[in-house]
């Protein structure tokens, strides 16, 4: 399993569309038991483009919303440049490691 990255424009940002996804995320993640290994990250930064990063667990219980906002398998994201959304907190970061 692979994790997944959906990027946004700058557009999509300020219309919400992140914020769309985070939530709808959240209900999946609460709805799937709040998986340990499941979480959703995004950049620190957003400019020009923002990309939020799916761990691959996600995959087996978020693949529809992946896939609605064109997600792609990427390499696993660097941590100093993301933040934490929707995970358990305790172990979400080590899924960086």
Same mark, same amino acid.
């Given at each position: 399993?692979?994790?997944?990255?959906?990027?946004?424009?700058?557009?999509?940002?300020?219309?919400?569309?992140?914020?769309?996804?985070?939530? =709808?995320?959240?209900?999946?993640?609460?709805?799937?038991?709040?998986?340990?290994?499941?979480?959703?990250?995004? =950049?620190?930064?957003?400019?020009?483009?923002?990309?939020?990063?799916?761990?691959?667990?996600?995959?087996?219980?978020?693949? =529809?919303?992946?896939?609605?906002?064109?997600?792609?398998?990427?390499?696993?994201?660097?941590?100093?440049?993301?933040?934490?959304?929707?995970? =358990?907190?305790?172990?979400?970061?080590?899924?960086?490691?």
């Amino acid at each position: 399993m692979s994790w997944h990255e959906v990027i946004l424009s700058r557009e999509q940002v300020v219309e919400g569309v992140s914020e769309k996804i985070q939530s =709808d995320f959240e209900e999946l993640f609460i709805k799937a038991g709040k998986p340990a290994e499941m979480a959703l990250f995004c =950049d620190i930064f957003t400019a020009p483009q923002f990309s939020m990063y799916f761990s691959p667990v996600s995959a087996q219980y978020a693949s =529809d919303l992946i896939s609605a906002y064109s997600g792609d398998p990427c390499e696993k994201p660097n941590a100093s440049e993301i933040t934490l959304l929707v995970g =358990d907190r305790s172990s979400a970061w080590d899924l960086l490691q």
